[in-house]
């Protein structure tokens, strides 16, 4: 079960208990990689790539799962863009609160602590998001993140949804929002609060090698006039089929 599932029924039982005026938890739907992804019911199907491979208009590289393999485990990567391809479909539950507004780490906290009590000191106010991969649209119960606590160049994989913060990414509010622009993206479980982990593809790396470059959690990186972020660090997405 995902986060959003939980966060949901939580919801759902507040509703119960409180009345309509409790308000439910709801987020947008809308269609990504393939035509088909994107038409259900709970969580908004998107295209996540990174800003150096391409911009909001032209993301020519897609965040993918390798080989389209559904288990626990198997590395996330980049590759071509196409509206063919369920590899490169992932739900993304932004984890909305009752105002319709992405939930910050502290109000997904106060229903599901997950978080170190550092993670809500540093993070509270910033937005959180789970990346479900879902082919053709159909959610799996197996989520972006990583095996165990976050170290430098620890690679990127499928893992269980709705379990540990290893599954959950915080927007670095430093940067710009990651709706309309390109953010850090935070492990969930992140130790490291002067140069947090960060979402990462792999430095000299390109898309289209063999054997193909596995994305990683690496210590947050700056050129000397900060917060200007390194672009391999950098993350957008896009809705609706790709062509």
Same mark, same amino acid.
């Given at each position: 079960?995902?986060?959003?599932?939980?966060?949901?029924?939580?919801?759902?039982?507040?509703?119960?208990?409180?009345?309509?005026?409790a308000?439910?938890?709801?987020?947008s739907?809308?269609?990504?990689?393939?035509?088909?992804?994107?038409?259900?019911?709970a969580?908004?199907?998107?295209?996540?790539?990174?800003?150096?491979?391409?911009t909001?208009?032209?993301?020519n590289?897609?965040?993918d799962?390798?080989?389209?393999?559904?288990?626990?485990?198997?590395?996330?990567?980049?590759?071509?863009?196409?509206n063919?391809?369920? %590899?490169?479909?992932f739900t993304? #539950?932004?984890? @909305?609160?009752?105002?319709?507004?992405?939930?910050?780490v502290? *109000? /997904?906290? %106060?229903?599901d602590?997950?978080? #170190?009590?550092? @993670?809500?000191?540093q993070?509270?106010?910033?937005f959180?998001? *789970? /990346?479900q991969?879902?082919?053709?649209?159909?959610?799996?119960?197996?989520?972006?993140?990583?095996?165990?606590?976050?170290?430098?160049?620890?690679?990127?994989?499928?893992?269980?949804?709705?379990?540990?913060?290893?599954?959950?990414?915080?927007?670095?509010?430093?940067d710009?929002?990651?709706?309309?622009?390109?953010?850090?993206?935070i492990?969930?479980?992140?130790?490291?609060?002067?140069?947090?982990?960060?979402?990462?593809y792999?430095?000299?790396?390109?898309?289209?090698?063999?054997?193909?470059?596995?994305?990683?959690v690496?210590?947050?990186?700056?050129?000397?006039?900060?917060?200007?972020?390194?672009?391999?660090?950098l993350?957008?997405?896009?809705?609706?089929?790709?062509?």
């Amino acid at each position: 079960m995902s986060f959003k599932s939980k966060v949901l029924a939580a919801a759902a039982a507040l509703t119960l208990v409180g009345g309509a005026g409790a308000g439910a938890l709801t987020a947008s739907t809308a269609n990504a990689a393939t035509p088909s992804c994107g038409y259900g019911f709970a969580e908004a199907c998107i295209n996540i790539f990174n800003h150096q491979f391409g911009t909001h208009r032209h993301p020519n590289f897609l965040m993918d799962v390798w080989r389209q393999g559904q288990k626990v485990g198997q590395p996330i990567i980049l590759f071509r863009a196409s509206n063919t391809d369920p %590899a490169l479909d992932f739900t993304a #539950s932004d984890l @909305t609160n009752a105002n319709g507004s992405p939930m910050t780490v502290a *109000e /997904f906290q %106060a229903i599901d602590p997950v978080f #170190s009590p550092a @993670t809500l000191v540093q993070y509270g106010g910033n937005f959180v998001y *789970e /990346f479900q991969y879902s082919p053709y649209g159909v959610d799996s119960g197996l989520c972006v993140g990583i095996p165990s606590a976050p170290f430098q160049n620890e690679k990127v994989s499928l893992q269980g949804c709705g379990v540990t913060a290893r599954t959950l990414w915080i927007q670095d509010s430093n940067d710009q929002t990651f709706f309309g622009g390109y953010v850090p993206l935070i492990s969930g479980a992140n130790t490291n609060f002067t140069h947090p982990f960060v979402l990462t593809y792999p430095q000299n790396g390109y898309p289209t090698d063999v054997p193909r470059p596995q994305l990683m959690v690496r210590e947050l990186q700056t050129y000397s006039n900060f917060p200007n972020v390194y672009n391999n660090q950098l993350w957008g997405y896009t809705v609706g089929p790709i062509f």
